[in-house]
């Protein structure tokens, strides 16, 4: 169970860094080419983890969204 834990906080840290840079982009176009691939290997990572959290138990939607609570 810890180690679920440990990969539901990567899973939220992951997350929210993808968010940034999602908002980054967003905010600053000119840096697209300069910082998208950085932002898709996050996408890429939080599917992996999803994946795996997703063997383990059943997932809502607002968690894939808004990240796991770790209480």
Known sequence: MVELKQIKWEYN??????????NYLTNNP????????????????IDELLYTIMNEQDVTEAEVLGGFSLV
């Open 30 to 45: 000119e840096q697209f080419d300069k910082y998208i691939d950085d932002v898709m290997q996050l996408k890429s990572k």
């Open 13 to 22: 840290n992951t997350l929210n860094r993808y968010y940034n840079g999602c």
